[in-house]
């Protein structure tokens, strides 16, 4: 019987490097769902349809096709209409359409059973906002991660300088504030910490120590 570990927590709290690590270290395969999320506000960008409930937006979801693959190496590949898109969506850009288009449910739905489906068939860390309150809800371990916003904007801020961007500290902050703000306020699944998670803040831990905090719970756990 395979194993989830379903890790939530907002905006820039590094869930999606810790989990990457974490997985490899257990040999689980990580799957990030917010890449997901991202794909489709993606291809609504790229057709103009703006990212709120709407009868384009049920029109995309019936033309689009996202699929999950793992390379040799276990690391996700992201796939729009069988374009690797994995790289394309990693911009600020990409980040803030996300947060709009996943508060839309038809698009959570379209969603749900593709990432239950991969639970169903291998180990799994998958992380996202509602894992552990909605996709995985038995989930084995559920952990919320978190860090103050300064601390989750100014990782973000590095991250985004060492590919090249020229971005500003302050507006990052702006964003993870917004981006907080949208995802604890939308109407649909909520980012808030499962019933029974273990809550793991790493304002004051450095990369390698949250990675170390979050497979000590989860073996601690399973």
């Known amino acids: 019987m395979s194993i989830a570990i379903a890790l939530d927590g907002p905006a820039g709290a590094g869930k999606s490097t810790i989990a990457k690590r974490a997985a490899k270290a257990l040999d689980f395969i990580y799957v990030d769902t917010g890449a997901l999320y991202r794909t489709i506000g993606l291809a609504a960008s790229r057709k103009g349809v703006e990212p709120k409930p709407s009868k384009e937006v049920e029109n995309l979801l019936s033309e689009i ?126 980012l808030k910490p499962a019933n029974g998670c273990i809550m793991v803040d790493t304002t004051d831990l450095d990369f390698e120590q949250s990675v170390e905090k979050i497979i000590s719970v989860i073996k601690e756990n399973i």
Do not use: W
């Open 65 to 190: 096709t996202v699929d999950l693959t793992f390379n040799d190496s276990g690391d996700q590949v992201v796939l729009l209409n069988g374009e690797d898109v994995s790289g394309l969506i990693r911009t600020p850009e990409a980040s803030m359409m996300a947060s709009k288009i996943s508060a839309v449910p038809t698009v959570r739905a379209y969603l749900l059973d593709l990432q239950r489906n991969i639970a169903k068939t291998h180990n799994v860390i998958m992380d996202g906002r509602d894992i552990g309150t909605v996709v995985l809800p038995d989930a084995k371990v559920k952990i919320f991660l978190s860090a103050s916003p300064e601390a989750r904007a100014e990782r973000r801020y590095k991250e985004l300088c060492e590919k090249g961007m020229d971005v500003k500290y302050e507006d990052v902050l702006s964003d993870v504030i917004t981006r907080d703000y949208n995802d604890t306020h939308r109407e649909t699944a909520p």
